[in-house]
T-cell receptor, first 112, second 113 residues
Framework: GENVEQHPSTLSVQEGDSAVIKCTYS??????FPWYKQELGKGPQLIID?????GEKKDQRIAVTLNKTAKHFSLHITETQPEDSAVYFC???????????FGSGTQLTVLP | DAGVTQSPTHLIKTRGQQVTLRCSPK?????VSWYQQALGQGPQFIFQ???????QRGNFPDRFSGHQFPNYSSELNVNALLLGDSALYLC????????????FGNGTRLTVT
């Protein structure tokens, strides 16, 4: 099955700086890579996703890059704000895409 | 447009008891999955329901069972509760059996004492 590794486990940045979270996956057949943001007491919220036919996708301050050859993908958040503080999870599909395998999460803290 | 809704939000049970958690999918979604999230970890896939049938199952024992109703809502049942079953149980929905974005509810926090 799919194995997803996520780094770092914790990340602190100053407000306005950029944050980068990296994930690697094992199944070369995986073709869809979502990122979720989870705030305290809430469920994971889909913030951006990318399919394997593109190398980069942007949505305002958030971008995701994908390197299929190296089997890794990254989340980039620019101009960070205190409300970006949360746990971020990457994921990749397995089992005929019916399930997502999640990374272990990154606790992002944006310091004012 | 209502998102994924789950009930109850919190639940406390005793070892050996049984529990039922409920989920209504996002409007327009017909596929429901259940995930277990232990404290400090990523969600772990339990199973997926589509067209009222279990389509795929993760590495969870038979004590975990589910059901999907004709209106696409779903239940998760856990029998013979263990202390290790304490976790946040997340319901997620999507349109179609796989490949489309998965949307999560806020979960049910289950505590087993």
């Amino acid at each position: 099955g799919e194995n997803v590794e996520q780094h770092p486990s914790t990340l602190s940045v100053q407000e306005g700086d950029s944050a980068v979270i990296k994930c690697t996956y094992s199944d070369s057949a995986s073709n869809y890579f979502p990122w979720y943001k989870q705030e305290l007491g809430k469920g994971p919220q889909l913030i951006i996703d990318i399919r394997s036919n593109v190398g980069e996708k942007k949505d305002q301050r958030i971008a995701v890059t994908l390197n299929k050859t190296a089997k890794h993908f990254s989340l980039h958040i620019t101009e960070t704000q205190p409300e970006d503080s949360a746990v971020y999870f990457c994921a990749a599909p397995s089992g005929s895409a019916r399930q997502l395998t999640f990374g272990s999460g990154t606790q992002l803290t944006v310091l004012p | 447009d209502a998102g994924v809704t789950q009930s109850p939000t919190h639940l406390i049970k005793t070892r050996g008891q049984q529990v039922t958690l409920r989920c209504s999918p996002k409007s327009g979604h017909d596929t429901v999955s259940w995930y277990q999230q232990a404290l400090g970890q990523g969600p772990q896939f339990i199973f997926q329901y589509y067209e009222e049938e279990e389509r795929q199952r993760g590495n969870f024992p038979d004590r975990f069972s589910g059901h999907q109703f004709p209106n696409y809502s779903s239940e998760l049942n856990v029998n013979a509760l263990l202390l290790g079953d304490s976790a946040l149980y997340l319901c997620a929905s999507r349109s179609g059996g796989g490949g489309s974005p998965l949307h999560f509810g806020n979960g049910t926090r289950l505590t087993v004492t």
